[in-house]
């Protein structure tokens, strides 16, 4: 059965500061691997996307990568803002679960001014 | 706007109260999925729907009954709910298949039982 977990389960830091957000997972068999970022008491927002034949996807200050056969995804935040904290999720699709994510418990980051 | 629109936001309701949860995607999506979110607890995936079919139902309660009209609405009939059913459920849609691309979440409706 398929595992996620996500290191630290919170973080706080100053704003401007770069961080990295860890996912690891237990079966490396997965077709892909998702980030979401969750406001309180709000629906997921999708934030990257990363198949499993990549090895990183880039969206404007976000960076994730992905390492499948160490079972490992990093999201990487440049130049943190206020508005950037939030629930960070991170999921995986595996190859024996069809389209169904497996979720880790989230990173909740702040930011402070 | 995310394109995926869950109603009611917030919903209270007695254990003996039948209500009804609902889903609707202008996305062109052929998949929906019901998940429950609790507090500290991973999101739960609870029933699956595949071009109007249910493809999946992860040992959820029969208080809980699922219901896909057509591939943008999906319901969720609620009765006779127990307090620790206390969630938030979520609402997502994507297009099926193994290289399904990303799931598209909505809003959510926060239950609360008394």
């Known amino acids: 059965k398929q595992e996620v977990t996500q290191i630290p389960a919170a973080l706080s830091v100053p704003e401007g500061e770069n961080l990295v957000l860890n996912c690891s997972f237990t079966d490396s068999a997965i077709y892909n691997l998702q980030w979401f970022r969750q406001d309180p008491g709000k629906g997921l927002t999708s934030l990257l996307l990363?198949?499993?034949?990549?090895r990183e996807q880039t969206s404007g200050r976000l960076n994730a990568s992905l390492d499948k056969s160490s079972g490992r995804s990093t999201l990487y935040i440049a130049a943190s803002q206020p508005g950037d904290s939030a629930t960070y999720l991170c999921?995986?699709?595996?190859?024996?679960?069809?389209?169904?994510?497996?979720f880790g418990e989230g990173t909740q980051l702040t930011v402070n001014p | 706007e995310t394109g995926v629109t869950q109603t009611p936001r917030h919903l209270v309701m007695g254990m003996t109260n039948k209500k009804s949860l609902k889903c609707e995607q202008h996305?062109?999506?052929?998949?929906m999925y019901w998940y429950k979110q609790s507090a500290k607890k991973p999101l739960e995936l609870m029933f699956v729907y595949s071009l109007e079919e249910r493809v999946e139902n992860n040992s959820v309660p029969s208080r809980f009954s699922p219901e896909c009209p057509n591939s943008s609405h999906l319901f969720l009939h609620l009765h006779t709910l127990q307090p620790e059913d206390s969630a938030l459920y979520l609402c997502a849609s994507s297009r099926e298949g193994y290289d399904t691309g990303e799931l598209f979440f909505g809003e959510g409706s926060r239950l609360t039982v008394l």
């Open positions: 990363i198949q499993s034949s990549q």
């Open positions: 996305l062109g999506h052929n998949a």
């Open positions: 999921a995986v699709v595996g190859e024996t679960s069809g389209s169904r994510l497996t």
